[in-house]
């Protein structure tokens, strides 16, 4: 089975526009299986959506999730319901992510001027490297798909959408019948995914002209 899923999502809990319940009918309308609130340091976000889906019977799934402003870079992570504190070294916060059961990604590397990750030792200690992010410009999503491959590593992507029009211009394609929260970590924990995608950035530029 394929599974749609946008990766890399913010609401109102950190510095996103909309609200959480803006962001899942977006989702919804646009055929996403799956989402990850990302929101900046806090869980928040993920858990409110957890809720509405659970109370409103939603078809969409939540993938729990936060952005880690580590000391060396923004941190990905899925599968935890609880905060890491901003600051924190990025192998450190690795460590953490891995004892509560989920999985990292490197958000945006190589777009140093957004806090992504340089320096490639840190390539290797994480699970899943982001190859498409819908903010980010060509050549840094071709860097970090070379990367991704060199230290084979599982890919994600996202829109990385501050607003809730751009939701779904980043997905991740995962390849699961497993639709378990662990089903679907292992399988981009295993590579099991590929990405598409539409650069969020151009369209701004044109809408401009």
Not at 132 to 138: D, G, H, P, Q, V
């Amino acid at each position: 089975m394929l599974l749609k899923a946008d990766l890399h999502i913010h609401s109102n809990h950190s510095d996103g526009k909309s609200s959480v319940k803006e962001i899942l009918n977006v989702a919804i309308e646009r055929r996403l299986n799956i989402i990850s609130i990302t929101d900046h340091n806090t869980v928040n976000g993920s858990l409110e959506a957890l809720e509405i889906v659970k109370e409103e019977n939603l078809p969409i799934i939540v993938l729990p999730g936060i952005e880690i402003s580590t000391a060396q870079g923004h941190l990905l992570s899925y599968g935890i319901r609880k905060d890491i504190e901003a600051g924190i070294n990025l192998e450190e916060a690795v460590k953490i992510v891995r004892k509560w059961g989920g999985i990292t990604s490197l958000a945006h590397p190589f777009q140093f001027y957004r806090h992504g990750v340089v320096r490639l030792k840190f390539f290797k200690v994480v699970d899943c490297i982001e190859v498409f992010n819908a903010k980010s410009l060509i050549i840094f999503n071709k860097l970090s798909e070379y990367f991704c491959k060199k230290y084979k590593k599982g890919k994600t992507a996202g829109s990385d959408a501050h607003n809730a029009k751009f939701v779904g211009y980043g997905v991740t394609v995962i390849e699961s019948n497993d639709l378990s929260l662990s089903g679907i970590l292992n399988a981009l924990k295993s590579g099991k995914s590929y990405v598409e995608g539409k650069t969020a950035m151009l369209k701004q530029i044109l809408s401009k002209l």
